[in-house]
Structure formats: structure tokens, C-alpha cells
């Protein structure tokens, strides 16, 4: 099945400060790679997400980078606030047969400090 | 426009019951997956529904069970209850032609005593 690894685990920062999580995959057919926040209490929540067509994405302070070579797509957030404070997940989409999925990664837990 | 809904949000077994979680996705929806999320393995992937039917199944056993219905509306069974099936169960709906995109409910935490 698809094995899908985030780096790192866990991240601490200072607010203001940029952080970047990296996610690989190893499903080569994987055409879609999402980025979700999962806030205390709460489901995951889509925040960003990229086409394999396209290398890089950009929403305000959120961007995402994609490069199908290495088969590794990152989240960056810039100008860090406490209320990034969450975990993050990468979800590439894997296909198994006609069907479908996302496969989500282990999670990253960002912590903003003041 | 109202978010996903699960319910209940907390539930409290003991082992060999079973137990039934529902989930109303987003107004137009009609897709519903599941998700079990645990500390050790993350979010694992259960099962999609669309148009009443099951069209996608994870590596789950066979006590792990759903059904949609056809208001789209899901449910989900688990039968013999293990002390392993204590986890966060997550409902997602996905908008038409925009399947991959997954939007969550807060979860139903079950404890398994």
C-alpha cells in the first residue's frame, strides 16, 4: 500500500517565524496532495491543497511546493501566528484500481511561541 | 450552510457490545467517508459511501461495518467491541466533482472499558 512519511513530528517556533513540513510519498500514480489542519477537538480541516501539474501554490501566508520527481510535496507557512498552533497532515490521494483515497500522514504538531 | 454532524460526540462500551455512529454530511453531499484516528496509527481510512453504495473499503475487519442512506446520511457499526476499537471515528463529506476534497466532523471519541 502507499507509505506516506511527514517530517518532522513535531516543530516548535517562534511567532513570526517560518515553518516548513515535509511529506513523501511513495504511490508514483498519486495525482493530488492536500494539506489539513486538525485543531484541539476538531476534525481535520483543508487548508491547502495541490494538482500534479502544478509545482508551486500559494494562499496568503500558506504555500505548498510539489516535486513529483522525488516524490515529496512541503508546507510552508510564513509570519507565524499561536493560532497556527496545530497538527498538520499530508493526504496524497492513492489509487487502488478504480477507486480512490486519501492516505494520510502521520501529523506534524506545530507549536507557536510568543 | 451547516457543517458535517456526527453523533453522538462521546460514547462509553464495554467490550463485546456493539455500537452505531451517525453522520449527516454537508447539504448536497453525497459522498461519505470514514476514518479511524488513534495516537499509534494515525487516521486509517474505513470506508466510502456514495449514492447508497460502498465504493471504496481499507484494511479494516469485517465487525466494522456502514451503510448510507438515501438522504446521504451514514452510519456505521462496530460489532464486538475490542479494547482497540477505543479511537476518534471521523466523517467526511465530499462536494460533487470535487471528490478528493474532504471535508470533517468533529469525530465520535469512543471508549472501549
Known amino acids: 500500500g502507499e507509505n506516506v512519511e511527514q517530517h518532522p513530528s513535531t516543530l516548535s517556533v517562534q511567532e513570526g517565524d517560518s515553518a516548513v513540513i515535509k511529506c513523501t510519498y511513495s504511490?508514483?500514480?498519486?495525482?493530488?496532495f492536500p494539506w489539513y489542519k486538525q485543531e484541539l477537538g476538531k476534525g481535520p480541516q483543508l487548508i491547502i491543497d495541490?494538482?500534479?501539474?502544478?509545482g508551486e501554490k500559494k494562499d496568503q501566508r500558506i504555500a505548498v511546493t510539489l516535486n513529483k520527481t522525488a516524490k515529496h510535496f512541503s508546507l510552508h507557512i510564513t509570519e507565524t501566528q499561536p493560532e497556527d498552533s496545530a497538527v498538520y497532515f499530508c493526504?496524497?490521494?492513492?489509487?487502488?484500481?478504480?477507486?480512490?483515497?486519501?492516505?494520510f500522514g502521520t501529523g506534524t504538531r506545530l507549536q507557536v511561541t510568543l | 450552510k451547516a457543517g458535517v454532524t456526527q453523533t453522538p460526540r462521546y460514547l462509553i462500551k464495554t467490550r463485546g457490545q456493539q455500537v452505531t455512529l451517525s453522520c449527516s454530511p454537508i447539504?448536497?453531499?453525497?459522498?461519505v467517508s470514514w476514518y479511524q484516528q488513534t495516537p499509534g496509527q494515525g487516521l486509517q481510512f474505513l470506508f466510502e459511501?456514495?449514492?447508497?453504495?460502498?465504493?471504496n473499503k481499507g484494511n479494516f475487519p469485517g465487525r466494522f461495518s456502514g451503510r448510507q442512506f438515501s438522504n446521504s446520511r451514514s452510519e456505521m457499526n462496530v460489532s464486538t467491541l475490542e479494547l482497540g476499537d477505543s479511537a476518534l471515528y471521523l466523517c467526511?463529506?465530499?462536494?460533487?466533482?470535487?471528490?478528493?476534497?474532504?471535508?470533517f466532523g468533529s469525530g465520535t471519541q469512543l471508549s472501549v472499558l
Open positions: 504511490d508514483s500514480a498519486s495525482n493530488y
Open positions: 459511501y456514495f449514492s447508497e453504495t460502498q465504493r
Open positions: 495541490i494538482r500534479s501539474n502544478v
Open positions: 447539504s448536497g453531499h453525497r459522498s
Open positions: 467526511a463529506s465530499s462536494p460533487p466533482g470535487g471528490g478528493e476534497k474532504l471535508f
Open positions: 493526504a496524497p490521494l492513492t489509487l487502488t484500481g478504480t477507486a480512490s483515497k486519501l492516505t
